[in-house]
C-alpha cells in the first residue's frame, strides 16, 4: 500500500506552485506586502516556520552543509528585526534565506506571484521592461517584457537607474531558491522584473546603461505594464509539440510534465508514436530543456509506455518525513523512514506502437523536478541518451512539496519531505550530465 502511495506522491515534484491567493482574502496582494507587523510578529514568524520545517523536511543537512551554523544567522536575522516593517521589508529580510536553502523546492515569498502581477497592471503600476538573460553574473536583454523582440536584444546591462549591476544580482541571487548558482540565474532570468520590484524597488522610469559601444549607452523607458513571461498561462499547443525534422527523425518538445486535462497530453503522445511508426522515423528527440516538473505519471504513462524495453525504476532509494497529511500503517508522526525501493515498472515491448529507435533527450539548465527524475531514468536504463547542456538542478531531487503560510505575514513557505536517489545510486550533489556535448537539432 505504501509503494502505491508513494509512487502518487512523487508525483508532487513541481518546481514553482506560486498560484495560490493570500490568506486574507479581503486584502489585496499589494495592500498585504505593504501591512505593518511588529517585530515580536516577525520573530514569531520564524520561529513558527523554522519548527515547521524540522517538523517537515527529512534531512535538512542533504543541502545545507552546517545546520548550526544556519540557526545561528537565523539568530542573527531576528536581532535585526527590532522595529516595526511591512510585509515587504520583512520579506526582504527573511528572503535571504532563499539562496541558502539550496534547493528548488524550498522557499519563503509571496503567496502568488501571478496575481501580484495582474494587480499591478490593474493598479497601473509597471515592472521592469525587459525579460533578461543571466549567466555567470552578467545580464543581459532577451527581449521585451511578454516576449515581444527588442532591438537590444543581447546587450548587455552594466547600470540600473545609476546602480551598478553587480550589486543587483547579487541582491536578487541572494533572494532567489533552487539548488545551484546556474540553476538561481537561470530562475532569476524568468522572474527578474518581479524581483526588482520587490527589492530593489517600485520605479516609473528605468535609466539601463549597456556596455555595448554599437548602441546607444543609456537607454531611458518607461515601466512595462506587460506580463513576464514566465507569469502567463501557456497553452497546451505552447507546452506540446510534435514536428517531423527531416527523413528518418522527430522532435517532441514537452514544456512540463503537467496538464489538468491528463488525457489530453495521453492522447498526443500516443498520437506522436502513431505518426512516429508511420512515417518510418528511426530517431527520435524529446526536449525537456525547459520542463520544470510536474507528475510522475505524466512521463510513465506518455513516454516510457513507448520506449522502454526492459523493467525501470525512478529512484533507488528514499528518505522521507512522516507527517500527519501522509502517514502510512505502523509508522510514527516524526519519524524518519530510508528505504531501497525495489519496485520496478513494467516495460511493454510487444505495445504495437513501442518505438525501438534512436532516442535522444535534451536537458538543459531549467530542466528540473519530475523532468530530472525522468532524464536519469532514462540515462540510468540506457533508454536513450542525454544530450544538451547539464541540469541546474541535482540529480537527487527533494520533494512531495508541502505549504506554510506564516501566521503574521502570511507569507508562504515550501519545503520537501522526501528525497529520492537518482536509479544507479551515484550523482550526490551533482548536476544531471548529457551523455555527449553533441546538441540534438
Do not use: C
Not at 255 to 283: C, G, V
Amino acid at each position: 500500500m505504501f509503494v502505491a502511495r508513494f509512487i502518487k506522491l512523487t508525483a508532487l515534484l513541481i518546481t514553482v506552485l506560486f498560484h495560490q491567493t493570500w490568506a486574507s482574502s479581503d486584502l489585496t496582494a499589494i495592500h498585504s506586502l505593504n501591512k505593518t507587523i511588529t517585530p515580536e510578529q516577525m520573530h514569531d514568524d520564524i520561529d513558527t516556520w523554522w519548527r515547521w520545517v524540522k517538523d517537515t523536511h527529512p534531512d535538512l543537512s542533504l543541502r545545507i552543509e552546517d545546520i548550526k551554523t544556519f540557526e545561528s544567522k537565523l539568530n542573527e536575522l531576528k536581532s535585526e528585526l527590532d522595529s516595526p516593517l511591512s510585509v515587504n521589508e520583512f520579506l526582504t529580510h527573511i528572503s535571504v534565506l532563499n539562496g541558502q536553502f539550496n534547493d528548488g523546492h524550498m522557499n519563503i515569498m509571496i503567496p502568488s506571484q501571478r496575481r501580484l502581477v495582474e494587480q499591478l497592471a490593474n493598479d497601473n503600476q509597471g515592472l521592469f521592461p525587459f525579460e533578461v538573460k543571466i549567466r555567470e553574473g552578467e545580464i543581459s536583454i532577451a527581449s521585451k517584457l511578454g516576449g515581444e523582440k527588442s532591438p537590444y536584444e543581447n546587450a548587455r546591462i552594466v547600470a540600473i537607474n545609476n546602480q551598478p549591476i553587480e550589486s543587483i544580482y547579487t541582491r536578487l541571487m541572494s533572494r532567489m531558491y533552487g539548488d545551484t548558482v546556474r540553476h538561481r540565474e537561470a530562475l532569476l532570468s524568468t522572474k527578474f522584473a518581479l524581483y526588482y520590484w520587490l527589492f530593489i524597488g517600485k520605479k516609473e522610469e528605468f535609466i539601463i546603461e549597456f556596455s555595448d559601444k554599437s548602441l546607444p549607452r543609456t537607454l531611458i523607458v518607461d515601466a512595462s505594464k506587460s506580463k513576464p513571461m514566465s507569469m502567463s498561462k501557456p497553452t497546451f499547443d505552447d507546452t506540446f509539440k510534435f514536428e517531423i525534422l527531416s527523413a528518418g527523425e522527430a522532435k517532441m518538445t514537452i514544456n512540463e510534465f503537467w496538464w489538468h486535462d491528463k488525457q489530453a497530453f495521453y492522447d498526443f503522445t500516443r498520437d506522436a508514436f502513431k505518426t512516429i511508426q508511420e512515417h518510418n522515423i528511426q530517431h527520435l528527440i524529446i526536449d525537456v530543456s525547459l520542463n520544470r516538473g510536474g507528475d510522475d505519471d505524466m512521463w510513465k504513462k506518455g513516454l516510457l509506455t513507448y520506449i522502454a524495453d526492459k523493467p525501470y525504476r525512478h529512484t533507488s532509494f528514499y528518505q522521507k518525513k512522516v507527517i500527519a497529511a501522509h502517514q502510512d500503517e505502523g509508522e510514527k508522526i516524526g519519524d524518519v523512514v530510508s528505504r531501497q525501493y525495489e519496485k520496478y515498472e513494467r516495460s511493454d515491448v510487444s505495445n504495437p506502437l513501442h518505438f525501438s529507435g534512436k532516442v535522444s533527450v535534451i536537458i538543459g539548465v531549467q530542466t528540473y523536478s519530475s523532468a530530472i527524475l525522468f532524464a536519469n531514468t532514462v540515462q540510468d536504463h540506457e533508454f536513450g541518451r542525454l544530450v544538451g547542456a547539464p541540469t541546474g538542478g541535482y540529480s537527487w531531487q527533494t520533494g512531495g512539496i508541502q505549504f506554510f503560510t506564516l501566521p503574521n505575514s502570511n507569507l508562504r513557505a515550501v519545503s520537501p519531505r522526501f528525497y529520492l536517489v537518482r536509479p544507479s545510486g551515484r550523482g550526490l550533489n551533482q548536476v544531471v550530465k548529457p551523455n555527449t556535448n553533441e546538441q540534438a537539432q
